[in-house]
Nanobody, 128 residues
Framework: QVQLVESGGGLVQAGGSLRLSCAAS????????MGWFRQAPGKEREFVAA????????YYADSMKDRFTISLDNAKNTVYLQMNSLKPEDTAVYYC?????????????????????WGQGTQVTVSS
């Protein structure tokens, strides 16, 4: 089992920044790639970013790649999502997820079905 706990969400004004954290515990993390998804009210969950556990491979949703950065700290078993130039449409619950490294690719990482473990989510609200 892998346990994922997100933190760092909150209320921020448009144009501001937030850094989300996802602390992982449980099984060997080198076996997992990590991703961030988000879900706004009334909308489907959408892919935000993903990273291999080595940190050498990263993928982003096109609409966010110029503003968001995914990174990790292996020593702390923590994945981060730095979000800059936030917009009201970024308001959503943000989820961290872990999926099998062996099947990690640009096509798999964007699909929620790739991920076996999910955190409880953290709310991000961007005011205009």
């Amino acid at each position: 089992q892998v346990q994922l706990v997100e933190s760092g969400g909150g209320l921020v004004q448009a144009g501001g920044s937030l850094r989300l954290s996802c602390a992982a515990s449980g099984r060997t993390f080198t076996n997992y790639a990590m991703g961030w998804f988000r879900q706004a009210p009334g909308k489907e969950r959408e892919f935000v970013a993903a990273i291999s556990w080595s940190g050498g491979s990263r993928y982003y949703a096109d609409s966010m790649k110029d503003r968001f950065t995914i990174s990790l700290d292996n020593a702390k078993n923590t994945v981060y999502l730095q979000m800059n130039s936030l917009k009201p449409e970024d308001t959503a619950v943000y989820y961290c997820a872990a999926g099998p490294s062996a099947y990690y690719s640009g096509s798999s990482a964007v699909r929620s079905q790739f991920y076996d473990y999910w955190g409880q989510g953290t709310q991000v609200t961007v005011s205009s």
